[in-house]
């Protein structure tokens, strides 16, 4: 199977790893990638968000299957168009990419499919800002409506500087969804889907501020982790019997089925799981422990979910043990990224790239915000955890920083689910 994956980012460096052990695979090209996905895969450039680019790409390279690593091209119909081409494609059309696009659709679909959310109200304009604002408790939460990298969002116990987020959003033409605060942990539940029925991988948990103890800005993710071994042995079973399940369907019904990734983002809550978002694709940084414990083979069942066929595949197998992420961030992330660094230590086993290139002296350089991510793995999360922090020590980058904390609570036994 010769496969092209779409995107530049760890988490595809990631699927390409994945998918290079899979005995099926014959050929791998990835576009635009990065300094590290060109180790494994037959690099190629393309604007990744205009679909009849890509479905050019992918007919002349001869591509048995897309796999769609991001959010922007799914939204904006990237796998629409190759599929109109007669590729098999891993992800969502523009329909049913909008769970992620629009989070008012979400919410529409959750309620529809009576699934818990957190309460929200959409404000369109700053004259009913202060209103809506008056309805919330602090901490108040203020959300870009549309994509934002996960850089839209912010949570915070001032009332002024929620408010002052919401007028930057509305100032730039973004709609805002405001909402009640979701206490207790975080998973991130990836799933397959084809239509109705919902496989769901390990459930993980990110890190999303950019400082230790959950300090300072939102980013798009500092490290993650999986399994989680403070949950209940059947979270993602009662997950998908009570949450993407029912999404699932509820996409069937509105005749916009989900095919590919869907991604719950939930908050395990006093009062029960609650969905903090959906997202249509792989999550960043949880892909790249995910995919490090997942022993079944990646390609088939990616092709499987792009096709229809996902019943046919038998139950996925796991490695036991854990796996832990760590990303190492330019200095100014997640504001303004200093770029053209040079990254030592970057070819090692266990680092997966993310904005890096290779300068013409064949030096790796860093090229965007999150840089690069380091995976560890172990019998158990601590061990995971040192295993990952290793191999973060062996690599250099002016400036960089990274989160020290991550997995700590949860390998130490101090992760809850409120009762
Ligand atoms: N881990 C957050 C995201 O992928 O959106």
Not at 53 to 59: C, G, T
Not at 278 to 289: I, L, M, S
Not at 300 to 315: I, M
Not at 402 to 409: L, V, Y
Request: charged share 20%; hydrophobic share 50%; with cysteine.
């Amino acid at each position: 199977m010769r496969v092209l994956v779409i995107g530049s980012g760890a988490r595809e460096h990631a699927i390409l790893l994945a998918l290079a052990q899979d005995p099926a695979v014959t050929a791998l090209a990835c576009a635009p990638g990065n300094a590290g996905t060109a180790a494994l895969a037959e690099q190629r450039g393309v604007e990744a968000r205009d679909g009849a680019a890509v479905a050019k790409l992918a007919a002349d390279w001869g591509a048995d299957l897309v796999v769609i690593g991001p959010e922007v091209p799914l939204v904006a119909g990237v796998a629409d168009a190759v599929r109109a081409a007669g590729i098999a494609c891993f992800g969502p059309g523009a329909e049913a990419a909008r769970i992620e696009g629009s989070k008012s659709f979400a919410k529409d679909v959750m309620a529809a499919a009576g699934v818990a959310t957190a309460a929200s109200l959409i404000v369109d304009t700053p004259a009913d800002l202060d209103i809506a604002l008056a309805r919330f408790a602090p901490p108040y939460v203020v959300k870009d409506d549309g994509l934002a990298a996960g850089k839209g969002v912010v949570v915070t116990e001032d009332l002024d500087a929620a408010r002052a987020h919401a007028c930057g959003l509305l100032d730039s033409g973004h709609p805002v969804l405001l909402e009640t605060y979701l206490d207790g942990p975080e998973v991130s539940l990836f799933c397959l889907v084809d239509g109705a029925l919902v496989v769901p991988l390990l459930p993980a948990q990110d890190f999303k501020r950019v400082g230790d103890g959950d300090s300072g800005p939102n980013t798009g993710g500092m490290g993650a982790y999986a399994p989680l071994p403070w949950a209940p042995a059947d979270l993602a079973e009662t997950l998908v019997e009570t949450i993407v399940g029912p999404v699932a369907a509820e996409m069937v019904r509105r005749g916009t089925p989900f095919s590919g990734l869907l991604y719950a983002g939930l908050a395990l809550t006093s009062s029960g799981p609650q969905v903090v978002e959906f997202n249509c694709r792989f999550g960043d940084p949880e892909t790249q422990a995910v995919l490090a414990l997942l022993r079944t083979p990646l390609a088939g069942l990616l092709h499987a979910t792009a096709t229809g066929t996902l019943a046919r595949q038998p139950p996925l197998e796991w490695e036991a043990g854990a796996a832990v992420t760590v990303v190492l961030a330019a200095e100014g992330y997640p504001g303004t990224p200093r770029l053209g660094d040079v990254v030592s230590g970057a070819e090692a086993e266990g680092v997966l790239h993310a904005g890096t290139r290779r300068r013409d002296d064949g030096a790796v350089v860093s090229a965007g915000g999150r840089v690069l991510s380091v995976v560890g793995t172990g019998p158990d999360l601590a061990a995971a955890r040192a295993d990952a922090y290793e191999r973060l020590g062996r690599v250099h980058l002016a400036g960089a920083h990274h989160r020290t904390d991550i997995a700590a609570k949860a390998a130490e036994g101090l992760v809850t689910v409120p009762g």
